[in-house]
């Protein structure tokens, strides 16, 4: 097992050698954690109940009404040219997913199960791309399917029995703020964990050569974006541009070199403290992967036997993950005074 296998560049790639960074004094402050709102908490009370609605799923005839689920393909381009990580296939958006796009939501609303349509609309003041936020974007989507949701009474026992966090909505109630409590500390510490590794590869002294950083583009390219195009028969032409927008994203670009960085600098911590990774280590990695899918240990291990490149990526990210563990045990983590 090597260590130097935590990314999931081709075997032609030559990584360059590298020293393993110091973790003396790697430390970090974090903000305190936030209160909530009612909306926030309501919100979370409508998310974990949506598995105890019902769904029906509209007819090619009937109209989109506010409040239902939608399925679509879509693509957004600006200034004629394809925007970059828009393409998706067979996402569900709703009514709650309205602060990403503004507006895009609202102008589903009327239209019909396999329709397609042209949607204009300004992109928002904190789109990730910097570079096009408020500026003019034209998204086209085809309408896969609508389905109307239908929640329970939340008040019912019968509703309140089956949710199992109480006997009335303010005992769940209850849970649900716990829970969000518990989730947002959670969120801390790996917002925590994140920024140490960002530090640390900050301190890894060495150039990563473009042809790398393109090569791993093209990985992360191939399996989202490049996939959904190839799905939805866009052309040569348009997968190229597509493939071209990531490659000459600046940002994107910088998060493929520090993520690339990271890795070599977790490898070369891996040998120089000659840490191992057992058979323990790896075994508890597939328990936490199998209950994160449902799935018992026996079923991910016979997924394994059949498809051997799973258990390189297992591999893979048990490496990593060790490599992790031993950094932020040397590192310190503080939180401001509230």
């Known amino acids: ?43 979370r009370f409508l ?41 998706r296939k067979g996402v569900w958006l709703t009514h709650d997913n309205e602060p990403t796009l503004p507006g895009l939501y609202a102008a589903l609303i009327g239209h019909k199960p396999n329709e397609g349509l042209v949607v204009d609309i300004p992109l928002p003041p904190d789109y990730p791309l910097p570079a096009l936020r408020r500026r003019p974007a034209r998204f086209l989507i085809h309408i896969q399917a609508a389905r109307e949701v239908t929640y ?61 950083i393109d090569e791993e583009i093209r990985r992360c390219w191939n399996a989202s974006e490049g996939h959904a195009v190839r799905e939805l028969e866009f052309s040569e032409q348009e997968q190229r541009e597509s493939l071209d927008s990531w490659l000459r994203d600046e940002t994107t670009r910088t998060q493929v070199e520090q993520r690339l960085r990271l890795a070599l600098a977790l490898g070369a911590i891996c040998r120089q403290e000659g840490l191992t990774l057992t058979q323990e280590r790896v075994e508890r990695l597939l328990r936490e992967r199998a209950a994160a899918a449902g799935l018992t240990l026996e079923q991910v291990a016979e997924s394994l036997r059949t498809e051997p490149e799973h258990l390189a990526y297992i591999d893979q990210v048990a490496w990593h993950l060790m490599a992790v563990e031993y950094v932020m045990s040397r590192a310190q983590l503080r939180f401001e005074e509230p």
């Open 47 to 87: 998310e974990l109940a949506r598995a105890h609605a019902t769904e029906r799923y509209r007819t090619p005839t009937e109209a989109i009404v506010h409040g239902d689920e939608v399925l679509l393909d879509l693509a957004a381009y600006s200034n004629g040219r394809l925007i970059p990580f828009s393409v």
């Open 152 to 212: 329970p009474s939340l008040e019912s026992p019968e509703f309140l029995h089956a949710f199992g966090r109480g006997q009335t909505v303010a005992e769940a109630t209850r849970t649900i703020v716990e829970q969000m409590v518990a989730e947002a500390a959670d969120f801390l510490l790996l917002e925590g964990q994140q920024r140490i590794l960002e530090e640390l590869a900050s301190r890894t002294r060495v150039r990563i050569p473009a042809e790398l």
């Open 1 to 43: 097992m090597d260590p130097l296998n935590v990314t999931e560049l081709s075997e032609k790639s030559r990584l360059p050698e590298v020293r393993a960074p110091s973790l003396e004094g790697l430390s970090v402050t974090l903000p305190s954690p936030r209160g909530f709102t009612a909306d926030d908490v309501r919100q």
